[in-house]
């Protein structure tokens, strides 16, 4: 019973202390004055293009800032994974950015580059600034891209290939060649079985390298062995 009317005294003494704290502060302004908007996670995106989107349903009170909608504003950009906005009070919003990450890069028939997120999708055309160790898929349809990019990521996974060793990804009409593996190699994959020619191709490069072979080009589309072409010089 005393603890229990303890709780009762203390909890409206602390929340009083809190708003006397706060009005020291802000006795010359208005309660929960809007003073400033903290963003973290952007570095596709600029602060300005953020503020410019939220800009409208930022309010002088902190208590009258529309969070739904800030948060509404800020996802539908597409460079935008998800976002999660605040109050601190007594004066911020608080906006933390979690961008779509490049992955990759898609070249068009028409040369148009796009680059790809985490899930293969296209989500911007590549902007000013190179972007480093990203494969590039060049593919017609973006329904096939999104699969090569999965078969990429599946293989690294299995640890069949390294990803980071990849430079390149060509698909035509089914047929898959990679280039980049072990300083620029060439390897032809074709329309079926990639999973287990690949692996083919990766086990005659590690021999070829015992012995000291510099090869150029792989061609695994074979039901046994592999046709391979030296490099000269």
């Known amino acids: 019973m005393k603890r229990a009317l303890y709780i009762l005294f203390l909890a409206p003494l602390c929340v009083l202390s809190i708003l006397t704290i706060v009005y020291l502060f802000s006795k010359d302004e208005p309660l929960f004055f809007l003073k400033n908007v903290r963003i973290s996670g952007v570095s596709q995106l600029s602060e300005r293009d953020i503020v410019g989107k939220v800009a409208p349903y930022l309010k002088e009170s902190l208590l009258k800032v529309d969070i739904g909608k800030i948060k509404d504003a ?8 998800e976002v999660r906005v605040k109050r601190a009070y007594p004066f911020s919003v608080v906006i ?3 961008e779509k990450v490049p992955s ?5 028939n028409d040369g148009d580059v796009f680059v790809l997120d985490e899930s293969g999708e296209p989500y911007r055309k590549l902007g000013k600034g190179a972007i480093k160790e990203l494969f590039i898929i060049n593919a017609k349809e973006k329904e096939d891209v999104a699969s090569i990019f999965r078969e990429v990521n599946a293989w690294s996974a299995e640890g069949i290939m390294k990803k980071e060793n990849l430079s390149e990804v060509s698909y035509n009409e089914g047929n898959i060649t990679l280039f980049g593996l072990d300083d620029g190699v060439e390897i032809i994959l074709g329309k079926e079985d990639q ?23 792989i061609d695994a589309r074979f039901e046994k062995g592999a046709i391979i072409q030296e490099r000269k010089g």
């Open 104 to 108: 990759a890069l898609w070249v068009k």
């Open 96 to 98: 933390d950015v979690k």
């Open 74 to 81: 800020i996802t539908g950009h597409p460079f935008v994974r």
């Open 195 to 217: 999973k287990k020619r690949l692996k083919r191709a990766v086990a005659v490069l590690g021999d070829a390298r015992k012995r000291g072979l510099l090869i150029k080009c």
